[in-house]
Structures are given as C-alpha cells and as structure tokens.
C-alpha cells in the first residue's frame, strides 16, 4: 500500500483508502490499516459495503466528497511525457510506478516495436500488461520489491484505442481464458463458507 500511495502522490492525485470490512476481519486489523493511513497522511474510512450495501459504504462516499472539496485543482503529472521515445515511456513506468531497476526486450518484443514505430505509431502511449498479482513481471515476486528487471517479451498494437501494449513477462491477454472454468474449483464446505475463490 506504501508504494501505490507514493505513486499517486507522484501523480498529484488526492487519495482515500478504503478499508473494506469483512466478516471475520478484527477490530485490531481495522486499526492497524487505520493507523498506517494516519501515519502515511493519507485519508481513509472503513466500508462495510460487503455486508450492508450502498449504507455500508456512506462514510466511505462522505470522506471522497470531503476529498474532492478540499483538493479542487490537483496539480496531475504523468509518469513520462507524451514526447518520450516509446522506449524512454515503458522505462519510466517500470522505474517511478513499478520499481525496476531496468528493461529488457525479447527479439520479438523488439521487432514488433520496430515495426509498429515504421507504421507511424511511435507517438502513441503505453499500456503495460502484466500480472495483477506484483508490482514486477514475477507473479511470485510479492510486495514492493527493488533492484529487478521488467521483461518485454512482447508488444501488440491498438491502433483503434491509440496505444501500444507492451506485455511484460506471460502475462496472458484477453480473450485467454483458462482450458478448465475456475467455477469448477468454488465450493460451499460444511460450515457453510464459499471456498476455492483465491
């Protein structure tokens, strides 16, 4: 949460963290995200919406009005500019947002680049894709780490969008669905509990 609240304030972007309540979530679990908000200067409300609705989520809705009143003209930056080599864009996105040390490009990922910069693309901006799962290529690689290498091993084209899409890692676009539907997998145990979802 550390390094996505830095990137937002590398943004200029007023932030509020939700803390969203759950079942079996403690009281002293509740603080302790309450407290790093607190200590990171940051606002935050805790969000029953999970169990309660649209009502559960009124102090969260009541702290982002608050947010906006008070910060009426942020002061927005982007991560690269819009005159940056494609290249110099997927380099500062690895680097201010993800944390990487450096890129590297496969053959492929670097013919497909050249090919599309011959079409004329080479001024549109980028769109990383990359496992949701870490800040890094390496779905395994957790938390906010430093000093690695985001690998491109490729790059696709949205030209009706207006972006290049340079694909980090395996990261698997749509439509990629899986050979087995991860419904098979969900169950209701003896108590009574969904498991099977993560």
């Not at 110099?88 to 990487?100: D, E, L, T």
């Not at 395994?140 to 009706?160: F, M, N, Q």
Request: charged content about 20%; aromatic content about 8%; glycine content about 8%.
């Amino acid at each position: 949460m550390e390094k996505h609240l830095g990137n937002l304030r590398a943004f200029g972007v007023p932030a509020v963290v939700a803390i969203n309540r759950f079942p079996k979530d403690t009281g002293e679990e509740l603080s302790l995200l309450q407290a790093f908000c607190q200590q990171q200067g940051v606002a935050s409300a805790i969000s029953d919406a999970f169990s309660k609705g649209g009502e559960g989520a009124a102090t969260l809705a009541a702290e982002v009005v608050r947010t906006i009143e008070t910060n009426q003209s942020p002061s927005v930056r982007s991560a690269y500019s819009a005159s940056d080599s494609v290249e110099r864009k997927i380099s500062k996105i690895a680097q201010v947002v993800y944390g990487a040390a450096d890129v590297e490009y496969s053959q492929r990922a670097k013919d497909q680049l050249a090919q599309f910069c011959a079409w004329g693309y080479r001024d549109l901006p980028v769109c990383i894709a990359k496992t949701q799962y870490s800040l890094s290529d390496n779905p395994k690689l957790l938390e906010a780490p430093v000093d690695w290498t985001l690998h491109i091993s490729d790059v696709k084209l949205s030209a009706g969008a207006g972006f290049l899409i340079p694909v980090a890692g395996s990261a698997m676009l749509m439509p990629g669905l899986p050979k087995e539907p991860r419904a098979f997998e969900i169950t209701v145990d003896e108590g009574g509990e969904i498991v099977g979802l993560l």
